[in-house]
């Protein structure tokens, strides 16, 4: 099964996962097959989905650092030019 099936089935688990005992959460990856699921790769959707999906606040959106603008290309806003 792919990372990203896992991903799927991780929803059939009750949304009260993570307050169950660590053997019950076993019990039920174990039956979901995903006890090898690392959660890798995730983009920020899928991040939040499931933050959502337990019960969270989802995730903030990511924005991007100035490096990060030089490095993927990305056009910075122009701030407004001051008349003289």
């Given at each position: ?6 991903f ?6 009750p ?6 005992s ?12 995903i006890?090898?699921?690392m959660?890798?790769?995730?983009s920020?959707e899928?991040?939040d989905?499931?933050?959502?999906f ?10 991007f ?18 008349k003289?």
């Amino acid at each position: 099964m792919t990372e990203n099936e896992m991903f799927e089935m991780s929803f059939q688990r009750p949304t009260d996962f993570f307050k169950l005992s660590p053997e019950r959460q076993w019990e039920i990856d174990k039956g979901l097959g995903i006890l090898d699921w690392m959660g890798t790769g995730l983009s920020w959707e899928d991040k939040d989905r499931f933050n959502r999906f337990y019960g969270g606040k989802g995730v903030p959106k990511p924005e991007f650092k100035k490096e990060e603008i030089k490095e993927k290309k990305v056009k910075a806003p122009s701030k407004p030019k001051k008349k003289k």
